[in-house]
């Protein structure tokens, strides 16, 4: 039995409502595979502290240590040298949000210095529910991609990510985000 004029219009206004809703809360990731969590990482490891977007303090089997991601830059907030820069405070809420108390997984990356010049440690961040958190923050623009010298392993996810977070003006790319 065919269904009424009125209960099929409330059916698909029901379903439009859902595709909506799930449009909003889909997690922003570029178009193609995302990585999967490789095998033999550090951790699990507490994080500590989240300082900003792009750094956070985990206590790693009883030692404090500073870790600075690789491939991202988030906007400043604790540069003494600069003012807190525009997207700056979104990007460390977000950061909080996901990983403030939360255990995380460190992978290195042979291509990059195990330490910068300020003694923190790079890596890539995972999640314990197998997100690259590195990636996430560019594709839901709260980050840009970042290269510091020579190509790292998730250098090309990452430039996709930011394609399209630029392309659907998430985040900082917003037209209300940041002035260009």
Known sequence: MAASVPHRRSLLTAVAIVVVLMGGVAKATPAHAYPLMPPGLQGPVAVTKVVDGDTIWVNNNGKRQKVRMIGIDTPETVNPRKPVQCFALEASVQA?????????????????????????????????????????????????????????????DFKAAQSDARAQERGLWSPTGCPA
């Open 96 to 156: 909080q949000a996901i990983l403030g108390g939360q255990s995380v997984y460190l992978e290195t990356d042979p291509s990059q210095d195990v330490v910068d010049k300020y003694g923190r440690t790079l890596a890539y961040v995972w999640t314990s529910s197998g997100r690259l958190f590195n990636l996430d923050m560019i594709a839901d623009g709260y980050a840009h991609e970042y290269t510091y010298y020579v190509p790292y392993r998730y250098q090309q």
